[in-house]
């Protein structure tokens, strides 16, 4: 019966966390054929949150409002791609971006070697 009147309190708690936020949103893509990534990881240097791409390659990603004046970086991590940085504009807090990574080479296969019976 204690836990019931803890239930109210925590509730306007999460509320007033929610107001004090704002939403960094894009999609990331293949720089070469424009196909969506999915499940990258996207974070902005200096934050400790960060956000998966969906199957389209499109994140949604919550920001505590005290950004400030301070200049941080949106970083897109995918496996078989460089790693992705573009500074963080204001403007991106409202409008999508796309965000399109480039692939890191392959070199030529490894020679076989053939060992004899």
């Given at each position: 019966?204690?836990?019931?009147?803890l239930?109210?309190?925590?509730?306007?708690?999460?509320?007033?966390?929610?107001?004090?936020?704002?939403?960094?949103?894009?999609?990331v893509?293949?720089?070469?054929?424009?196909?969506?990534?999915?499940?990258?990881?996207?974070?902005?240097?200096?934050?400790?949150?960060?956000?998966i791409?969906?199957?389209?390659?499109?994140?949604?990603?919550?920001?505590?409002?005290?950004?400030?004046?301070?200049?941080?970086?949106?970083?897109?991590?995918?496996?078989?791609?460089?790693?992705?940085?573009?500074?963080?504009?204001?403007?991106?807090?409202?409008?999508?971006?796309?965000?399109?990574?480039?692939?890191?080479p392959?070199?030529?296969?490894?020679?076989?070697?053939?060992f004899?019976?």
């Amino acid at each position: 019966m204690r836990i019931r009147p803890l239930i109210l309190p925590v509730m306007l708690l999460a509320g007033v966390v929610a107001v004090g936020q704002d939403m960094v949103q894009g999609c990331v893509v293949d720089r070469t054929n424009k196909e969506a990534l999915p499940f990258g990881k996207v974070s902005i240097q200096g934050v400790a949150d960060s956000a998966i791409t969906d199957v389209h390659g499109c994140f949604q990603l919550h920001l505590p409002s005290e950004l400030g004046k301070q200049r941080y970086k949106l970083v897109v991590a995918y496996s078989g791609f460089e790693r992705y940085s573009s500074p963080l504009r204001r403007k991106d807090l409202r409008q999508g971006r796309v965000h399109r990574l480039t692939r890191i080479p392959i070199g030529p296969d490894p020679p076989v070697i053939k060992f004899k019976d």
